[in-house]
């Protein structure tokens, strides 16, 4: 896994980088690995580099991983940023730390149901689709803030921030709108709602893109293919 340790001292090189030009107080930047096209072993390798936020985009996979795993599962905290579906919220509430995708009423009712049978309170990200693209999930913009007020006491659920998917480009710097966009959003529910210490965080930029995301703020980053690219090639 020497390829994985020098693409992960790299993304968090670039990351710091993006830091210094962003300015302003000193923040965290949680990475995420995103593992969805590997297996137990390089997941094993993440945890001796020091890596243990692991995110998948589908409930199935990731138990199936946790299962091959065993007590080492433990050692991470397991992200769902896929879609997810009803059905499933279940067994993503009691397997995962935190859930990126909240996107709808009926979700969140479900994730709040589950939460309180198990006696737990679910940390959950609200998805917005700020680029308006027709094969994204997310609420639209204009459809926050009434969520927000829809959602913000059920009792199950620990509201922690905002998730973007940005548009696949060329370039990063093409999305810088979308992840100010996102930001904006962030602080404009935090003026009208204060809602307190858990609001924290803005979960946005992947592979392609996450320097620009930490740029305007991210406080996660969602990589997979930058670090795994190696490894994979053998």
């Known amino acids: 896994m020497i390829g994985l340790a020098e693409n992960l001292e790299k993304v968090r090189e670039r ?24 297996g137990p072993e390089e997941i094993k390798a993440l945890a001796a580099l020091g890596v243990k936020e692991i995110g998948e985009n589908r409930v199935q996979d990731a138990l199936r991983k946790q299962q091959v795993l065993g007590d080492e599962a433990r050692l991470f905290r397991w992200h769902m940023i896929g879609t997810l579906q009803r059905n499933k919220v279940g067994r993503a509430v009691e397997n995962f730390a935190f859930i990126h995708s909240l996107d ?3 979700l969140a009712l479900e994730i709040n149901k589950a939460s309180l049978q198990r006696e737990k309170k679910t940390p959950v990200l609200i998805q917005v689709n700020v680029a ?5 999930h997310g609420l639209d913009p204009e459809e926050l803030f009434d969520f927000y007020e829809e959602v913000k006491d059920l009792p199950g ?6 998730m973007t998917m940005a548009p696949l480009v060329p370039r990063g710097e093409e999305v810088r709108p979308v992840f100010a966009r996102l930001r904006e959003l962030y602080w404009e529910i935090a003026r009208r709602f204060q809602p307190g210490g858990e609001w924290q965080h803005l979960s946005m930029g992947m592979s392609n893109d ?18 795994f690219q190696a490894s994979e090639e053998g």
């Open 15 to 38: 990351v710091n980088r993006a830091l210094l030009r962003a300015g302003g107080p000193s923040r965290e930047v949680l990475l995420v690995a995103v593992t969805k096209t590997v």
């Open 210 to 227: 996450f320097e620009v995301a930490v740029e305007e703020g991210a406080t996660m980053i969602r990589v997979g293919s930058v670090l």
């Open 157 to 162: 659920l620990s509201l922690q921030g905002l």
């Open 132 to 136: 308006g693209e027709e094969t994204k």
């Open 104 to 106: 709808r009423l009926e």
